[in-house]
């Protein structure tokens, strides 16, 4: 970084001796280029005047593009069909829910156990949470991704099928490109794990479960299986690491939405 004390520009060897505040930025430490000591300072050195020009403005566009893309990799949709966010405040609390909802603002805030299960019938209020965790992490400048599982496996199949007839090995790696990937959030969310009929994708899902565990990332998922379901439907081993090993299991004891 550029000191206030020396207010220099270094280019190609050279240097161009600029004033200081309030010509200079207190921020970025580069200059205000319309003034007309900067310009006739940068015309006799020979140097274009953008290299001296306040970054302040290419830092914020910058900085915009970074949080659009880091909203866009999280998968979260914007807003619901009834054009009403998913969020804690939004959420409807009924009975038989509180602990879920402790659970998930919990989870959102980064305290407590580092993967959540949340379990429970259809219409229960499961995505709901998911999604209000996921909005208040990423309010709070985190990275996460949320992925439908049904979505998720169609997409790991489709990999393999897209690359059906080429190397293994490049198969391979675009598929792990694609796990690590969401192995590197700092949070991440599968809504509606669930048994899929392919062993193949049970794995591949197995084992970014148990990369979150190693490296103690932040995990929830929602599921409407029993711990024994999971082992004997889909792995025995994911059973183990949604339900036993330090995970917070919480049942959303509530009847569907519309019913009674």
Known sequence: MISLADSIVRVHRRRVVLPGPPVQCDVCHYWDTSNPEVQELMREAGRPLFEADCRCEERRREEGRAERRRWADSNISHRRDDDVARTFDSFVKRLGLED??????????????????????????KSHLVEAIGRAWLHDGGTCRYDFVPDLANSLLGIVSARRGFDGGA????????????????????????QWGSEWVNAQITALVDERLRTGGRLVVTINLERGQVADQMDFRLASRLFDRGARVVYMKCKAFGEG
């Open 100 to 125: 879920a909802y402790a659970a998930a603002q919990e989870m959102a805030a980064g305290q407590g156990p580092t993967v959540l299960t949340l379990c429970g019938d259809y219409a229960t209020g």
């Open 171 to 194: 198969n391979a790696t675009t598929v792990a490109a694609e796990m690590d990937w969401r192995a590197s959030m700092g949070l991440l969310l599968l809504d509606d794990l669930g």
